[in-house]
């Protein structure tokens, strides 16, 4: 689940407070920032908003929705002659910013920017050097534009660098587009599903221990 989902299961869980958002959605958030956490050091709001994510992440990946989903957008890449590294990770991270596409503009996304708005208070779980980092990253995400998941090409240019920093998984230019068409065919299955989908993990995070 990505950054919206995952607000959004916080929300559902009967908090909106902008600690226990943040911690919702700090893990996700740390790489892309290319800091390290010590959640040991966390305040207990954002420790407990991490360990909101934790339970979030365990429950959705195990979903059947989610699982067949992923596959189908790995084998349209397939198909299309993605090598099989960057098909499975774009099936199963563009199936996740496909659901986040289905709470742009909505509540979610409006305490999202409220746990952006917090995010200085993770600081104090960093190094000197990633706390600058992540301040540096917390600036441009207050004063970023509209989130696009709803834009398949949007969220294929997001997988593209995001991929770019793991050899391995790593998307060549000339494929974006096979990578576009895939998403806009795919974006309506996620759609019929991502109610259900919510519901179900938020469901199974309420009754998660701890």
């Not at 593209?160 to 576009?180: D, F, I, K, N, T």
Request: charged content about 25%; hydrophobic content about 45%.
């Amino acid at each position: 689940m990505n950054i919206l989902g995952h607000t959004h299961v916080a929300l559902a869980a009967g908090r909106d407070d902008p600690g226990w958002l943040l911690g919702a959605v700090l893990p996700d958030l740390a790489p892309m920032a290319g800091v390290r956490v010590d959640r040991s050091a966390l305040p207990d709001d954002v420790a407990d908003g991490v360990r909101c994510h934790l339970r979030t992440d365990a429950s959705f990946h195990a979903l059947p929705a989610f699982l067949r989903g992923a596959k189908a957008i790995r084998w349209a890449l397939d198909a299309r002659g993605v090598s099989s590294g960057p098909a499975r990770a774009v099936g199963h991270a563009g199936w996740e910013l496909l659901l986040d596409g289905t709470l742009v503009r909505s509540r979610t996304e409006g305490a999202f920017r409220r746990a952006m708005a917090a995010g200085s208070s993770a600081t104090v779980a960093m190094s000197t050097g990633d706390a600058a980092r992540w301040e540096a990253f917390v600036d441009r995400g207050r004063t970023a534009p509209e989130l696009g998941f709803d834009d398949p090409r949007w969220v294929a240019d997001r997988l593209y660098a995001m991929l770019g920093r793991r050899s391995r998984l790593r998307l060549p230019a000339e494929q974006v587009p096979a990578v576009v068409e895939v998403l806009a065919e795919q974006r309506p299955a996620v759609v019929e599903v991502a109610a259900e989908v919510l519901r179900a993990t938020v469901e199974s995070v309420s009754r998660a221990p701890g």
